[in-house]
């Protein structure tokens, strides 16, 4: 593959990750302000949540085994058809009235198809890696950062300046533009330019046509990545409750809808030194030091979010997101491509993402809970502790 192929690669998938960020940023950030718009209550919008993040944790699985079998259908269309599905339940938002029920089943419905479609981008992104391509997942990811960003500081102003509803006018229109990215990257995989590696092998020798293992059996064939998964959810239960409860952690210190949008922005323009150096971090370290390394530095980030007094050392607290969540987003996906083979890769990038989920889904409920019957600083302790656990089991199970 030529230089300009290769760049041609790169924007291609770069058109993926940036929208797709873009959206999780506004609403994934938003969340809570969208849904006290509508009148849900703080336990109300972590029940909401909690469901969310746990149907996309059943579903999944089912949606790694239907792409690992997929035959008509690429990576790329099944990322085009979740991504209708986002766009689809925001526009029945728009025109929906404020009831909690229809509300609530519309709203679970969206946020699920949005982090479904999270493992499906990622494996997109591994399909040419574990080709020999030279595709910069790292710098990928971080102009997704960059692009979750300035949509958090934009929106923030947005929704303070309109309405909570502009959150589902963006979400259309990203996602409309990240349907149009997917007709442009071929995954096909016994067909297209992209189905061959930089050797040139026959497409019979590809290893991804041997037959991919069953749940059951990849959880008993690879049971000590299975236990860093449990490290890995428990890691994302304070990272879900600082980003899905940030208004309310940032409203006793006189934060507002704007402030939430700068608090996010601040986290995600850190991320950026981390993914695209990461390459290069590659070349010095190993994977799972650098996946015990992001480990550690989520418990140092909740840490601090507890300890902080006002909105500058919550902001410090989110620049961590550079050494915590940065690093162990780039670091997971080289990870599970190492300790993974290729006929289980999808089955194991997704499952690392559902370890994401789980700690969602606990986090969401968890949070929502806390603030219902205690407090912030509540909240922010037990996280706190979730997450040192979680350090521990992932320094524990990391493997070469």
Same mark, same amino acid.
């Given at each position: #593959?030529?230089?300009?192929?290769?760049?041609?690669?790169?924007?291609? $998938?770069?058109? #993926?990750?940036?929208? $797709?960020?873009?959206?999780?940023?506004?609403?994934?950030?938003?969340?809570?302000?969208?849904?006290?718009?509508?009148?849900?209550? !703080?336990?109300?919008i972590?029940?909401?949540?909690?469901?969310? *993040?746990?149907?996309a944790?059943?579903?999944?699985?089912?949606?790694?085994?239907?792409?690992?079998? #997929?035959?008509k259908?690429?990576?790329?269309?099944?990322?085009?058809?979740?991504?209708a599905?986002?766009?689809?339940?925001?526009? +029945?938002?728009?025109?929906?009235?404020?009831?909690?029920?229809?509300?609530?089943?519309?709203?679970?419905?969206?946020?699920?198809?949005?982090?479904?479609?999270?493992?499906?981008?990622?494996?997109?992104?591994?399909?040419?890696?574990?080709?020999?391509?030279?595709? !910069?997942?790292?710098?990928?990811?971080?102009?997704?950062?960059?692009?979750?960003?300035?949509?958090?500081?934009?929106?923030?102003?947005?929704?303070?300046?309109?309405?909570? *509803?502009?959150?589902?006018?963006?979400?259309?229109g990203?996602? %409309?533009?990240? +349907?149009?990215?997917?007709?442009?990257?071929?995954?096909?995989?016994?067909?297209?330019?992209?189905?061959?590696?930089?050797?040139?092998?026959?497409?019979?020798?590809?290893?991804?046509?041997?037959?991919?293992?069953? %749940?059951?059996?990849?959880?008993?064939?690879?049971?000590?990545?299975?236990?860093?998964?449990?490290?890995?959810?428990?890691?994302?239960?304070?990272?879900?409750?600082? !980003?899905? $409860?940030?208004?309310?952690?940032?409203?006793?210190?006189?934060?507002?809808?704007?402030? /939430?949008?700068?608090?996010?922005?601040?986290?995600?323009?850190?991320?950026?030194?981390?993914?695209?150096?990461?390459?290069?971090?590659?070349?010095?370290?190993?994977?799972?030091?650098?996946?015990? /390394?992001?480990?550690f530095?989520?418990?140092?980030?909740?840490?601090? #979010?507890?300890?902080?007094? &006002?909105?500058?050392?919550? &902001?410090?607290?989110?620049?961590?997101?550079?050494?915590?969540?940065?690093?162990?987003?780039?670091?997971?996906?080289? $990870?599970? &491509?190492?300790?993974?083979?290729?006929?289980?890769?999808?089955?194991?990038?997704?499952?690392m993402?559902?370890? !994401?989920? +789980?700690?969602?889904?606990?986090?969401?409920?968890?949070?929502?809970?806390?603030?219902?019957?205690?407090s912030?600083?509540?909240?922010?302790?037990?996280?706190?502790?979730?997450?040192?656990?979680?350090?521990?089991?992932?320094?524990?199970?990391?493997?070469?």
């Amino acid at each position: #593959m030529d230089r300009h192929e290769n760049a041609k690669l790169n924007l291609q $998938y770069i058109s #993926m990750q940036m929208p $797709y960020w873009m959206g999780y940023s506004v609403l994934g950030t938003f969340t809570s302000v969208f849904l006290l718009s509508r009148q849900f209550s !703080n336990g109300q919008i972590g029940l909401v949540l909690a469901i969310a *993040n746990l149907v996309a944790t059943l579903l999944q699985p089912f949606i790694a085994s239907f792409a690992d079998r #997929m035959k008509k259908l690429t990576l790329s269309h099944l990322a085009a058809v979740m991504a209708a599905f986002v766009v689809g339940f925001s526009l +029945i938002l728009i025109v929906l009235p404020s009831q909690f029920l229809p509300v609530a089943l519309i709203y679970i419905l969206l946020y699920t198809s949005l982090i479904l479609l999270q493992p499906i981008t990622i494996s997109v992104g591994t399909f040419f890696i574990s080709r020999g391509y030279g595709l !910069n997942f790292g710098v990928a990811r971080g102009l997704g950062s960059l692009a979750f960003a300035g949509a958090s500081a934009v929106t923030g102003v947005l929704i303070e300046r309109y309405s909570a *509803n502009v959150i589902l006018y963006l979400m259309m229109g990203i996602f %409309l533009f990240f +349907i149009v990215a997917t007709f442009w990257i071929d995954t096909r995989k016994k067909a297209g330019k992209y189905s061959v590696s930089l050797t040139e092998m026959e497409v019979s020798a590809i290893p991804e046509l041997e037959e991919p293992s069953s %749940l059951p059996v990849f959880i008993k064939k690879y049971k000590r990545f299975m236990v860093l998964l449990i490290g890995v959810s428990m890691l994302f239960v304070f990272h879900t409750i600082g !980003n899905s $409860y940030m208004y309310q952690i940032l409203a006793p210190l006189g934060g507002t809808e704007a402030n /939430v949008g700068s608090s996010l922005s601040i986290a995600a323009v850190s991320e950026l030194p981390t993914m695209f150096l990461f390459t290069w971090l590659l070349t010095r370290f190993r994977c799972k030091t650098l996946i015990r /390394v992001a480990a550690f530095f989520f418990t140092v980030k909740a840490v601090l #979010m507890l300890a902080a007094g &006002n909105i500058a050392m919550i &902001n410090v607290a989110q620049s961590l997101q550079m050494l915590g969540f940065a690093l162990h987003t780039t670091a997971s996906v080289y $990870y599970t &491509n190492q300790i993974i083979p290729q006929k289980d890769l999808i089955k194991g990038q997704t499952l690392m993402a559902t370890a !994401n989920t +789980i700690g969602g889904i606990v986090g969401s409920f968890l949070g929502g809970q806390l603030l219902n019957f205690f407090s912030v600083q509540a909240m922010l302790l037990i996280g706190t502790i979730i997450s040192a656990v979680g350090t521990i089991i992932v320094f524990l199970a990391a493997e070469d």
